[in-house]
């Protein structure tokens, strides 16, 4: 009796979670990947900007620019912006010119240390919201806006930047909107004939699918056997305690109800189907954290490759 209700709830819980893993594989992949530029690229990039005059020079305002770029270069990104507000501060007014220059000194700063949500309030508080393209860091500010915007969850802010860099700039348009599909896993646009011949990322997207593993695949061998899904994703330990936890569970209430104790044999089978679905779950979540490691870890030797971070394109810095 006892081994009848025993394999028939056992029975009826992998039913029912066959039936969930025969639905569609868990969503699109998250894989945040994130990029800081190597010193040596931004220490190597001349000014967009001209040299300071012998004039400029005896300024204070320009004396903290002077430190400001010292900083910057050497990677010291908080002093750098402390100086460059000080500069900003000092300049007079009538210099719009180099005040324009600290301004998208600052914007730079913050993007390259990943405060994008700071990178974005610096432009907006400035007064390079009304620059022609005649600036002379014109499309390295499109290309620090778009990716500051997307970053920082503000997508209609960063489509409009999009659409002036098609008018403007459409090749750098181009180059970016590839970039937002690798770092966003959008393998319909990815896999697009639109793009043409392309060894490096025939590679990346090969390498991918090769080793991928299937969510589905994951859950459904967890649901047949508590512990085989992990087992799956290489991760043997966790195989092996999922697997005994579930035999104790299960062994547990079969001697309950075998000994007429029905209250603590419905217990300890509650508390197993708690343990046997949160494995399944897990094993589909170990699937997809799998698969967002490997897709980051090649997507971005990819980027890095065919130089799709803007910082890697930039032609001139601070």
Same mark, same amino acid.
């Given at each position: 009796?006892?081994?009848?209700?025993?394999?028939?709830?056992?029975?009826?819980?992998?039913?029912?979670?066959? %039936?969930?893993?025969? $639905?569609?594989?868990?969503? &699109?992949?998250?894989?945040?990947?994130?990029?800081?530029?190597? %010193?040596?690229?931004?220490?190597?990039?001349?000014?967009?900007?001209?040299?300071?005059?012998?004039?400029?020079?005896?300024?204070?305002?320009?004396?903290?620019?002077?430190?400001? #770029?010292?900083?910057?270069?050497?990677?010291?990104?908080?002093?750098?912006?402390?100086?460059?507000?000080? +500069?900003?501060?000092?300049?007079?007014?009538?210099?719009?010119?180099?005040?324009? &220059?600290?301004?998208?000194?600052?914007?730079?700063?913050?993007?390259?240390?990943?405060?994008?949500?700071?990178? !974005?309030?610096?432009?907006?508080?400035?007064?390079?919201?009304?620059?022609?393209?005649?600036?002379?860091?014109?499309?390295?500010?499109?290309?620090?806006?778009?990716?500051?915007?997307?970053?920082?969850?503000?997508?209609?802010?960063?489509?409009?930047?999009?659409?002036?860099?098609?008018?403007?700039?459409?090749? !750098?348009?181009?180059?970016? &909107?590839?970039?937002?599909? !690798?770092?966003? +896993?959008?393998?319909? +646009?990815?896999?697009?004939?639109?793009?043409?011949? #392309?060894?490096?990322?025939?590679?990346?997207?090969?390498?991918?699918?090769?080793?991928?593993?299937? %969510?589905?695949? +994951?859950?459904?061998?967890?649901?047949?056997?508590?512990?085989?899904?992990?087992?799956?994703?290489?991760?043997?330990?966790?195989?092996?305690?999922?697997?005994? !936890?579930?035999?104790? $569970?299960?062994?547990?209430?079969?001697?309950?109800?075998?000994? =007429? #104790?029905?209250?603590?044999?419905?217990?300890?089978?509650?508390?197993?189907? =708690?343990?046997?679905?949160?494995?399944?779950?897990?094993?589909?979540?170990?699937?997809?954290?799998?698969?967002?490691?490997?897709?980051?870890?090649?997507?971005?030797?990819?980027?890095?490759? #065919?130089?799709?971070?803007? %910082?890697?394109?930039?032609?001139?810095?601070?």
């Amino acid at each position: 009796m006892a081994v009848k209700i025993v394999t028939n709830l056992f029975i009826g819980s992998i039913g029912l979670c066959l %039936v969930a893993c025969s $639905f569609k594989e868990a969503g &699109q992949l998250e894989p945040n990947i994130q990029f800081a530029a190597p %010193v040596h690229v931004i220490e190597n990039l001349p000014s967009a900007f001209p040299d300071l005059t012998s004039e400029e020079l005896q300024e204070d305002w320009a004396k903290e620019l002077l430190i400001a #770029n010292k900083f910057a270069r050497e990677n010291d990104l908080y002093r750098a912006i402390t100086s460059y507000k000080r +500069a900003l501060i000092l300049i007079p007014s009538s210099q719009l010119y180099r005040k324009q &220059q600290i301004e998208y000194d600052i914007i730079l700063s913050y993007y390259l240390g990943e405060k994008y949500q700071e990178a !974005v309030e610096a432009f907006e508080a400035s007064s390079l919201t009304n620059i022609s393209a005649q600036f002379l860091a014109f499309e390295n500010l499109l290309q620090i806006l778009h990716d500051a915007y997307s970053r920082a969850g503000q997508p209609a802010k960063a489509e409009k930047v999009f659409a002036l860099l098609e008018k403007v700039r459409p090749k !750098v348009a181009e180059n970016l &909107q590839h970039a937002e599909d !690798v770092l966003y +896993a959008n393998f319909s +646009a990815l896999h697009s004939p639109c793009l043409g011949s #392309n060894e490096n990322l025939s590679y990346f997207l090969t390498t991918y699918n090769q080793h991928a593993k299937s %969510v589905r695949h +994951a859950k459904t061998l967890n649901a047949l056997l508590p512990g085989a899904g992990y087992y799956y994703l290489g991760q043997k330990n966790t195989a092996i305690t999922a697997f005994l !936890v579930n035999s104790l $569970f299960i062994a547990t209430a079969y001697y309950f109800f075998d000994h =007429g #104790n029905w209250a603590a044999g419905a217990i300890t089978t509650s508390l197993e189907m =708690g343990w046997y679905i949160g494995g399944i779950n897990g094993a589909g979540l170990g699937a997809k954290e799998f698969n967002e490691h490997l897709y980051k870890t090649l997507a971005k030797d990819y980027m890095i490759k #065919n130089h799709l971070f803007p %910082v890697l394109t930039f032609q001139t810095s601070f």
